[in-house]
């Protein structure tokens, strides 16, 4: 935890970010990002009995280093107390509410706890930064919502910012909750407040149980022998996936606008999972219909069955585009994967695990 100042050693003023969930996926891309256009960066993580800053460590600096420019403090979007604390003695120019409790299936589990993190937390959030500006009187304080293409849920494709919201899980009824918490901040306040809707985006640090990276994991696993079987559920959904690393500009992108506004951001391209399931296995030559098996319980009570977005109006106006296709994607992740289980298997083959454990 490191003590917060907001100049540079040079005496020049540094932009300072604050970000919910900076140890997931997104955060740890877009801490890369601001690091390297010179920002301060402060992220809120939450206490786990294990360390969970592991996307983090290769960008981590010793906070007794007066060169460190990221800053972890404990916190948790459920907590209205510690948000409003970070904010007041941060002061950040832009806060980019990240955290939350983002798989899908799990919400059908975890109804209460999900909107409790992804709705109320977006409310207590935006409620920290607007009491924050009132009670000091600062200027502008910018902030992004993670929104989600889920929102969409039913309404079919092509989905842009004016399709109407279907959503169809816990998660996406409450993402759509702090979507209008967001506009409705933006409207009463006059709060700088942007919703990105993003559609899903993809990297070799995707949490291992979306589809995805569940997937390249299992490739990997299964090309160097370490696993026999991938349980999946419904193959016949379609997303239009992105690389992570792409789509955190665009969050930055919408904070530097004249206006705040909400915007679609996608590559215009869908595909089911079983292409992803083709193309992830036919890179390292396997047939995944040889250890693809259906279990039931992967299914969902109710499904989104068809998403891709348009994302014209980000392309118009924020100047943004994705840089990495659908193919390039996949051989990311399966690359990735493939060194890892290399990485697994040396420990496997000399005791220090067995073939279930990670190391
Ligand atoms: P991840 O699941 O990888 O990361 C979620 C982050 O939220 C983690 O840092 C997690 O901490 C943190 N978090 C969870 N619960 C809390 C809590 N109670 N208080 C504070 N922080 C919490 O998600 P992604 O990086 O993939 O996604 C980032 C955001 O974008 C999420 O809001 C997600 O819903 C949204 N989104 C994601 C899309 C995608 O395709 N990736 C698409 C559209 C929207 P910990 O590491 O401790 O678990
Ligand atoms: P999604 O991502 O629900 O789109 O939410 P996920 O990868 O979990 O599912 C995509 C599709 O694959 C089907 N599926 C499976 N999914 C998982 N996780 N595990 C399986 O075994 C499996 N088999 C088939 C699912 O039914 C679904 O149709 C992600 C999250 O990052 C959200 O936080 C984000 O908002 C949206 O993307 C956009």
Known sequence: MGTVSNTAGSGKKKKTALITGITGQDGSYLTEFLLEKGYEVHGI????????????????VDPHNSSARMKLH??????ASALR???????????????????????FENPDYTADV???????????????????GRQQIKYYQAGSSEMYGATPPPQDENTVFHPRSPYAVSKVAA????VNYREAYGLFACNGILFNHESPRRGENFVTRKITRAVGRIKIGLQKKLFLGNLK???DWGFAGDYVE??????????????????????TVEEF???????????????????????????????????????????????????????????????????????????????????
């Not at 992804?118 to 000091?136: C, D, F, M, P, Y």
């Not at 530097?256 to 869908?270: G, H, I, L, N, R």
Request: charged letters at 25%.
């Open 250 to 271: 665009a969050m930055w992108l919408m904070l530097q606008q004249e206006k705040p506004d909400d915007y679609v951001v996608a590559t215009e391209e869908s595909h």
């Open 237 to 239: 959904a379609s997303r």
């Open 74 to 79: 404990y916190g948790d979007l459920t907590d």
């Open 45 to 60: 993580i939450r206490r786990s009995s294990n360390f969970n800053t592991q996307r983090l460590d290769h960008i981590y």
């Open 85 to 107: 604390k970070w904010v007041d003695t941060i002061c950040p120019d832009e806060v980019y509410n990240l955290g939350a409790q983002s798989h899908v299936g799990v919400s």
């Open 277 to 359: 399931l083709e193309e992830a296995f036919g890179f390292v030559g396997l047939d995944w219909k040889e250890y693809v098996e259906i279990d039931p319980r992967y299914f969902r009570p109710s499904e989104v069955d068809n998403l891709r977005g348009s994302a014209e109006k980000a392309r118009k106006v924020l100047g943004w585009k994705p840089k990495v296709g659908f193919k390039q994607l996949v051989a990311m992740m399966v690359s990735g994967d493939l060194e890892r289980a290399n990485r697994e298997k040396v420990l496997v083959d000399n005791g220090y695990i067995d073939s279930h454990q990670q190391p």
């Open 118 to 136: 992804v709705a109320t937390g977006a409310l207590r959030l935006l409620e920290a930064v607007r009491t924050h500006i009132e009670s000091t």
């Open 179 to 182: 979507h209008w918490y967001t």
